[in-house]
T-cell receptor, first 110, second 114 residues
């Protein structure tokens, strides 16, 4: 059974700093997704990673996938307040269903 | 460009009551999903559908039913509401095929069962 673990679950950081969120998963998969959720809102797709070594970047966010290590990272560069949100990773299992991590609540302080 | 539309946004039910959560998408997506999100948790798949007339159970289907009579609509039925069904419910849709399964979500329904 595929399990997805994110860490940290909560992160408070200062503007301008860099940090990384980690997403580990327990069984083989080469499809991983990152989503963002603002408080009380729905989920918005950020990145789709479909192969080993895939790297995607948008603005201050960069996501990567290492399928051999069963690990994805979401790196935040020079954080700004607008990036405060909860970030979820989701991994596609053998039945093409998404299994979700618990989310990382990110608070960026001015 | 409506995308995925869910109704209602909020609902309070008494134990044992029934209700239907409505979901409609206008993107002609074959795949549709119902998830629940409990506080501080990731999403759990309740039911999904790969096309009109075809539905299947997800991780947590007990206490729920679905139907898919058209491509656009995918309602979720709660027959005998229980406090354990208090949650936020999201409907989503995606394209089919072997490509990336990027999901488009509705705005969610916050349900309380008291």
């Amino acid at each position: 059974e595929l399990k997805v673990e994110q860490n940290p679950l909560f992160l408070s950081m200062q503007e301008g700093k860099n940090y990384t969120i980690y997403c580990n998963y327990s069984t083989t998969s080469d499809r991983l997704y990152w989503y963002r959720q603002d408080p009380g809102k729905s989920l918005e797709s950020l990145f789709v990673l479909l192969s080993n070594g895939a790297v995607k970047q948008e603005g201050r966010l960069m996501a990567s996938l290492d399928t051999k290590a069963r690990l994805s990272t979401l790196h935040i560069t020079a954080a700004v307040h607008d990036l405060s949100a909860t970030y979820f990773c989701a991994v596609e299992n053998s039945n093409y269903q998404l299994i979700w991590g618990a989310g990382t609540k990110l608070i960026i302080k001015p | 460009n409506a995308g995925v539309t869910q109704t209602p946004k909020f609902r309070i039910l008494k134990i044992g009551q029934s209700m239907t959560l409505q979901c409609t998408q206008d993107m002609n997506h074959n795949y549709m999903y119902w998830y629940r999100q409990d506080p501080g948790m990731g999403l759990k798949l309740i039911y999904y559908s790969v096309g009109a007339g075809i539905t299947d159970k997800g991780e947590v289907p007990n206490g729920y039913n679905v139907s898919r009579s058209t491509t656009e609509d995918f309602p979720l039925r709660l027959e005998l509401a229980a406090p354990s069904q208090t949650s936020v419910y999201f409907c989503a849709s995606s394209t089919s095929g072997t490509g990336a399964r990027k999901l488009f979500f509705g705005s969610g329904t916050q349900l309380s069962v008291l």
